[in-house]
């Protein structure tokens, strides 16, 4: 087999339309440069959108279908409610069209994202609720920020936290018998990660952090709580090899990839499996590195529990899965690449893949990042594995209609409905698919900012900081109050209180929930006013300030 590069990206994380990319760093990490990705106006999206005739592939043949929409789209403002007049959504974006801005956070600058809902199982009030992201920038100095984000599946920002350093990989797990945030966070090197796994609680304070052990570092790629008590990391080491058999030193630089298992109580290394003594240098599709630079042959960028207990590894760059025999560490099958155990199908291949997720003895989804000497699109698929006569087959494939590659990140979240949730990595959008293969919301970041994976989850976050409150006169009279809560999911709505001083409040009108930062004009002059947050059945959540 002829080695082929990963498509779209060189070193410097750039696309390049001439030629092909000499390696692999421009994957998952926040590139050196600004990432020139197209970006379809939905004048464009549309008609491409209805010239994707098999956006779907389900047991080799059901069609792509776009919902039709009636409208502009639009969402009416919420009626007022006593007494007080609608201000609508108070989030805004600045000039670039790229960053959201609130009057009571003004700390935040989180990416502007736009979600089309399509109907069906797309509406609010839908579950899983929240969609997940860990949005990072091209350039990390360059705004919007990046950070830890859910959004709701309007689009509308619940919760943002934003950080100098990338995070990657924001979910829900759970631990120790309940539902938790889990993300990483470092700093990214050679397409590798340096740093720690984290668990959070409900209040989104890290309670838990997960390190590598035997003087390695836990690495971005993947982060997976297991019932046992113990977290399934990722690792990469640094060391030399000889790499004369494929042309290269006799004393070559190389990244080994590391599955650990590490208890989560006492850190204790559990597992610690390495590529370098299971799977050989000419299973890899990567040609020998220039001099001086590392030989990431593997790549390793997931592990699973797979239903016998054992596990399941996804190699990007050997183009293959790996079971692995969790005592022992010896692969048990392959499953793609050069030396794979089972006959694929050529509508079930995949290449350069992320994000391999067992379910059940006999079915993986996986994300085929694919390239232009591979495949025309990238996709999320399926695949049923025939262990008696050790044939795979394509179940599902999901593909985007604006027909798009993305040459990097990614991942297919199957939902528990029967439809799918896919991450499109380096072209920075996200979709849902409903059980009969419906595109019902698409979703995209701003050009250059992209997120690794992207998940729906439900969450219920009880931040320990109280709301945020700001009233600003209004010319013609009265005041307009901006109330926000950073990660509280349960407000339906904010009432306003307003007095001549703190102790003498009343309420003034009220407002329900219409984003990040909700506004409410109130026909008071104050001049005390007080923004309270209330759940769906009119309970108070909590209360800002007196300002």
Request: glycine share 12%.
């Amino acid at each position: 087999m002829t080695a082929t590069r990963p498509p779209l990206e060189d070193e410097d994380g750039e696309v390049r339309a001439a030629r092909l990319p000499r390696t692999d760093e421009g994957d998952e990490r926040a590139s050196a440069q600004p990432q020139p990705e197209p970006r379809l106006s939905r004048r464009q999206f549309l008609p491409r959108a209805a010239a994707a005739a098999v956006g779907l592939v389900a047991a080799g043949a059901v069609g792509y279908e776009l919902p039709h929409r009636s409208g502009s789209g639009r969402r009416s403002s919420p009626a007022s409610v006593g007494g007080s007049t609608s201000a609508g959504p108070a989030t805004a974006t600045d000039a670039s069209g790229r960053v959201q801005t609130f009057i009571t956070r003004p700390d935040l600058r989180p990416p502007a994202v736009r979600v089309t809902p399509l109907g069906g199982q797309s509406a609010p009030g839908s579950t899983p609720r929240f969609i997940l992201l860990a949005p990072m920038n091209a350039v990390p100095a360059r705004e919007p920020q990046q950070g830890l984000m859910m959004l709701d599946r309007q689009g509308r920002l619940v919760w943002f936290a934003p950080s100098g350093d990338p995070r990657f990989n924001l979910d829900v797990q759970s631990y120790a018998g309940r539902p938790a945030l889990t993300w990483w966070q470092g700093s990214v090197s050679n397409a590798h990660g340096n740093g720690v796994g984290e668990i959070g609680d409900d209040a989104f304070h890290p309670i838990h952090s997960i390190r590598a052990g035997r003087g390695l570092q836990t690495d971005l790629h993947d982060l997976q709580l297991t019932a046992r008590g113990t977290a399934l990391i990722t690792a990469y080491e640094t060391t030399t090899t000889d790499l004369s058999s494929i042309g290269g030193s006799s004393q070559g630089q190389v990244f080994a990839g590391h599955v650990q298992e590490v208890d989560l109580k006492t850190g204790r290394v559990l597992l610690d499996w390495n590529s370098l003594d299971h799977v050989g240098l000419d299973e890899s599709l990567q040609p020998a590195p220039h001099k001086g630079q590392g030989y990431d042959y593997f790549h390793l960028n997931s592990v699973g529990e797979m239903d016998d207990g054992h596990l399941l590894v996804s190699a990007r760059n050997t183009s293959a899965l790996y079971k692995l025999d969790r005592s022992t560490g010896q692969i048990l099958w392959r499953l793609g690449g050069k030396r794979s155990d089972f006959a694929v199908s050529p509508a079930a291949r995949f290449w350069w893949q992320h994000d391999a997720r067992p379910h059940g003895s006999s079915v993986i989804s996986v994300f085929d990042n694919s390239g232009p000497d591979k495949a025309k699109q990238s996709r999320g698929l399926v695949l049923s594995i025939k262990h008696a006569t050790k044939r795979v087959e394509l179940t599902r494939a999901f593909l985007h209609p604006a027909g798009f590659i993305a040459g990097t990140l990614g991942n297919v979240q199957l939902l528990r409905d029967g439809g799918a949730f896919v991450g499109w990595g380096s072209q920075s959008y996200f979709s849902q698919y409903a059980p009969d293969g419906r595109l019902i919301l698409d979703g995209q970041l701003p050009v250059g900012v992209r997120s690794y994976r992207a998940h729906l989850a439900d969450w219920v976050g009880r931040p320990a900081d109280g709301p945020r409150i700001v009233a600003q006169a209004n010319p013609a009279g009265g005041f307009a109050v901006h109330a926000s809560w950073n990660g509280a999911t349960e407000v339906a709505r904010w009432s306003v209180l307003a007095g001549p001083n703190g102790s003498s409040l009343s309420a003034v009108g009220s407002q329900p929930w219409t984003g990040f930062e909700t506004a409410i004009e109130v026909n008071s002059e104050g001049p005390a006013f007080c923004a309270v947050a209330l759940d769906a059945r009119g309970r108070e959540l909590g209360r800002s300030p007196v300002v």
